[in-house]
């Protein structure tokens, strides 16, 4: 586990020196930002349709998705294009792919953003997997494997360390390793807080990123993960009204939610730094020692390989 003093400066970090300013200009670039119609994702594809970059919104609700698209569009001028994407439901992740390949013949930038936080015990995903692992994880898992061809065609038409996945993580992953036999409802599972399976979801996404890394690094895709920040957003919304109490102290404005996904995803700065983790605002940070083991990611993405070979 980080040392006390590293795990506070992720919670209260130090001004930032990487603004929404020194994100590079996008012109050309095609980039899918998932659950961009809300909270750091909304912020995020704001910034992106700002520097000229062509951002698809892949969002469950068409509704909340397109408002977001035309309020972004009064703010920047720009549109921003809606995908169909819902997380939790396998085929749903494969036919939201399939669409977006479609349409495209480049992407440059996956920001695997969109996420659950403690909703009840009782969410199962259509596919009825824990309702926290099953969307954090194993469709951002699924819809990045359909889209790996995609990357890697495109990454050999660029510069080196043009080509990014970025997943969003959490200083959360501290809570929890990661345990298979409650990724689908079981007694093991009922026995274990929503933090606590929201914390395993977390350290699911490092995990991933990390053999992401270890897989295609060589083959142009630079992947990375990170921890946004504490930000205030509709995230905690399943939280209940203690923890919110208790927690709003220590948020930012969603201002600052984007800024170290962005600082991943396109600086030129961090174009080499396949397999890192980044931690508010703008950082090189370390992740706890279990969301590091090699072994555990490998067998992880085999696992996650298991779940998506029939659909």
């Known amino acids: 586990m980080p040392c006390l003093p590293s795990a506070l400066s992720e919670v209260f970090p130090p ?5 929404a300013e020194d994100v590079p200009d996008m012109t050309g670039k095609v980039v899918v930002v998932t659950g961009g119609n809300a909270g750091i994702g909304k912020e995020c594809t704001k910034i992106l349709l700002r520097k000229n970059a062509k951002v698809y919104i892949a969002s469950r609700d068409e509704a909340k998705a397109k408002r977001a ?48 936080m403690n909703c009840p015990v009782d969410y199962l995903t259509d596919d009825g997997y824990d309702m926290q692992f099953g969307t954090n994880v194993i469709g951002h898992f699924y ?6 061809p995609i990357l890697l065609s495109t990454a050999e038409k660029v510069p080196r360390g043009d080509v990014r996945v970025v997943n969003v993580a959490s200083n959360g992953h501290m809570m929890s390793d990661i345990n298979i036999d409650t990724f689908k409802d079981s007694p093991g ?14 350290t699911g996404n490092i995990l991933f990123a990390n053999e992401l890394a270890r897989r295609y690094g060589e083959q142009g895709i630079v992947s990375t993960s990170l921890n946004p920040g504490a930000i205030k957003t509709e ?28 600082y ?19 950082r090189v940070g370390t992740p706890a ?10 067998r992880l ?10 659909i």
């Open 15 to 19: 001004t930032t020196k990487f603004t």
């Open 69 to 116: 698209i035309e309020e972004l569009k009064e703010i920047t001028g720009k549109e921003a294009l809606f995908l169909q994407l819902d997380l939790a439901n396998l085929r749903k992740v494969k036919a939201s792919a399939e669409e977006f390949l479609t349409k495209e013949n480049e992407l440059h930038v996956l920001f695997n953003n969109a996420g659950v």
């Open 143 to 148: 819809f990045t494997k359909l889209l790996l």
């Open 189 to 202: 599972r009922r026995k274990r807080s929503t933090m606590m399976l929201y914390g395993q979801s977390k």
């Open 235 to 262: 995230l905690q919304r399943h939280s209940g009204t203690f923890f919110n109490a208790a927690i709003n102290v220590i948020l930012s404005d969603v201002s600052f939610g984007p800024l170290t996904q962005l």
């Open 264 to 282: 991943a995803g396109t600086s030129p700065e961090t174009a080499s730094m396949n397999g890192k983790y980044f931690i508010p605002w703008a």
């Open 289 to 298: 020692k279990h969301a590091q083991d090699a072994n555990s990611a490998a």
């Open 301 to 310: 993405w085999e696992w996650l390989e298991e779940q998506v070979k029939d």
